[in-house]
């Protein structure tokens, strides 16, 4: 298979991206990073993408607070292809996409979310499965479809909730599995050894 074209949507820290360049790097993701665009100004992931030499930048996504909508859209649509991406990635962006994005890379928009959906959609996954008690937490890694953090699972891992986890202790948990999570899922795409049936994708 080809190698991966990335383009990398985040709003924070990126140290989702970060997993994902040190992978490359390492000889472990046939893949290329080929733009990282923010909708956060200054964000730290802008930090770390100037690090490794990435192509990076701000994408202002007003009006809106909470979606990738309208004009905003078509700007981030018209960038990632004009750098040649085939693949978008979200990490840490924390913005509903559209279906006009998701229609430009079809099958081809993945997010990590930091619970074991259908679970926990939304934010903050590891405080509501904090909260409700679970035994369990983790973390998933889906392609995009047009709801909240429910298109079809690529990879989950969990990670047990300990009696004295707060917030921020269970994320750090679920963030170790994350970085492992993302490589492996988009592996699994750079081999093109999966198919999408349904709600399932079938590996192998
Ligand atoms: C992660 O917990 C991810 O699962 C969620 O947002 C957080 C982003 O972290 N979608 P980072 O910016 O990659 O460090």
Known sequence: MAKLKLGILGSGSGSNMQSIVDAIEAGTLDAEVKIVLTDVPGAKILDRAAKHSLEATYLDCAPWKTKLEGPAEDRCIEIMKAAGVD???????MRIVKPKLLAAFPNRVINIHPAILPS???????????????????????????????????????????????????????????????????????????RIEGRRVRIG
């Open 87 to 93: 693949t978008v990635v979200l990490a840490g962006f």
């Open 120 to 194: 926990f959609p939304g934010v903050h996954g590891w405080t509501q499965a904090l909260d409700y008690g679970c035994k369990v937490a983790g973390v998933t890694v889906h392609f995009v479809d047009a709801g909240t953090d429910s298109g079809p699972i690529i990879v989950q891992k969990t990670v047990p909730v300990m009696e004295d986890d707060t917030p921020e202790t269970l994320h750090a948990r679920i963030q170790v599995q994350e970085h492992i999570a993302y490589p492996e899922a988009l592996n699994i795409i750079a081999s093109g050894k999966y």
